[in-house]
């Protein structure tokens, strides 16, 4: 009973997650970073694609323009911060509303630049960073923070946005109510805990339009990160399962995990 219990879960859960967020074509998005980033010298900067094992890019300035090479628009983003940074002196922060203070002149290289990546997997984020302000942002923030990880080269991004869309389906098909899911959840801002199994329903029941809304937004942080030549890193199944599914399942074994930090009983997660 819990054997087959566990390969319906499996196929529910693969089943929802390949239908909210499926797998978007690469496109040449290096361009569009280069015209939101420096929109006044995107005209000048040439993007040129190279043949490489290895993650690389080349600079080097040619009739007035700047000439970027790269194996990909990941490598290129990185060979384009590299100018901004050591040639221009400025910095570009994660958050959209900071200015990019660019010079008058766009500097000319005095030698042809070339960098090879030390790491071939260059991961970025953690489940607490998705529970400070990034409950609350807008595709705006989210595309400004895609760049910036570009332009450093964060090849193998978190990303957790959305997953409450996948778990609320696969409950559902299971039997649970609305209520009893949404209940399940905490609030926005307490949701990295609830996803690391520390506590459930803390600030909840979570709002449905919120689930939704979230679902739109991380399809277009995956099809961003993957036309940047990112694979970003989605959730997986470790366990956790709301306590009301022994109310559908009453042979499987589903386990308190216990207190954690000092909250009361009826907020403790459940683990399968």
């Not at 819990?2 to 879960?9: D, E, G, P, S, V």
């Not at 386990?255 to 907020?267: D, N, R, V």
Request: proline share 6%; glycine share 6%.
């Amino acid at each position: 009973m819990i054997k087959k219990f566990k390969n319906i879960l499996l196929f529910i859960l693969v089943s929802n997650c390949l239908t909210c967020f499926g797998q978007q074509p690469e496109s040449n998005a290096i361009k569009e970073l280069a015209e939101r980033i420096v929109p006044q010298w995107s005209g000048r900067i040439i993007f040129e694609k190279v043949a490489s094992e290895k993650d690389r890019f080349e600079l080097e300035s040619r009739d007035g323009k700047l000439i970027v090479y790269g194996n990909n628009n990941n490598s290129m983003a990185t060979g384009l911060n590299y100018y901004l940074k050591n040639y221009c002196h400025t910095s570009v922060s994660w958050y959209k509303d900071d200015p990019i203070e660019l010079p008058q002149q766009m500097p000319v290289l005095p030698v042809r630049i070339k960098q090879e990546a030390r790491c071939q997997n260059r991961f970025f984020l953690n489940y607490c960073t998705f529970g400070y302000s990034m409950p609350w942002w807008k595709w705006k923030d989210w595309e400004r923070l895609i760049d910036w990880m570009a332009l450093n080269g964060v090849n193998m991004p978190l990303a957790i946005s959305g997953q409450e869309a996948v778990w609320y389906k696969v409950w559902r098909q299971l039997g649970l109510s609305d209520f009893q899911i949404r209940s399940y959840f905490t609030g926005p801002a307490y949701l990295p805990w609830h996803r690391m199994a520390n506590i459930d329903s803390w600030g909840g029941p979570l709002p449905k339009d919120w689930i939704n809304g979230q679902v739109v937004l991380q399809k277009k942080i995956l099809k961003r990160e993957r036309e940047l030549n990112m694979k970003p890193v989605l959730p997986a199944f470790a366990g956790h399962v709301p306590a009301s599914l022994k109310s559908v399942f009453p042979a499987a074994k589903i386990t308190s995990l216990g207190s954690w930090a000092g909250f009361p009983e009826e907020y403790q997660s459940y683990f399968l």
